[in-house]
């Protein structure tokens, strides 16, 4: 058996000797549907250390107004929807995963997805790097936040290009 080396960011060195270390790896998802790349991604380190994949998706909410309860965009029935419908995307991988949704305020999206992770034991987070508005390279966007609040390795993988129906002719 091949073994395989992953870079750990900030440690100038790589992961590698008798055990695997990435072997609790979360996945947070927005919708399921964009979630194939990130899938694909974490699937090819899962399966270099036989670990297992946590689905997290956040629910969010606007804080309430005066006299209101909160807001959320989706019920709790759309929210666990969106990580059930990613995993069978995961288990065509042959992996093993569990799913979660935690809910958080729109703005504490980024603290949610790190304290799940440490209450999760991650020992990565894969997630997705849109490109971002300007306001966003200015505040820093939902993986950035992570990136500063965790305290486990992130990895933001980039989403492949949609590829059209004109641009294969």
Not at 69 to 89: G, K, N
Request: charged content about 20%; some cysteine; hydrophobic content about 45%.
């Amino acid at each position: 058996m091949a073994m395989t080396e992953i870079a750990v960011p900030g440690t100038d060195t790589l992961a590698s000797g008798g055990e695997p270390s990435f072997r609790r790896i979360l996945v947070p998802i927005r919708l399921a549907a964009d979630a194939a790349g990130t899938a694909a991604v974490a699937a090819r380190v899962c399966r270099s250390t036989n670990g297992v994949l946590c689905l997290l998706h956040v629910r969010v909410y606007d804080p309430p107004l005066r006299g209101a309860a909160r807001f959320y965009p989706q019920t709790s029935s759309e929210a666990a929807a969106v990580p059930d419908e990613a995993l069978p995307m995961v288990w065509a991988y042959g992996l093993q995963a569990t799913t979660t949704v935690v809910e958080a305020p729109r703005q504490e999206v980024a603290a949610a997805i790190a304290r799940q992770a440490s209450k999760w034991r991650a020992d990565v987070i894969v997630m997705t790097r849109r490109p971002s508005p300007a306001i966003c390279r200015v505040l820093g966007s939902v993986p950035d936040q992570v990136m500063r609040a965790s305290n486990c390795p992130v990895l933001a993988v980039q989403p492949r290009p949609k590829v059209t129906r004109n641009a294969l002719r």
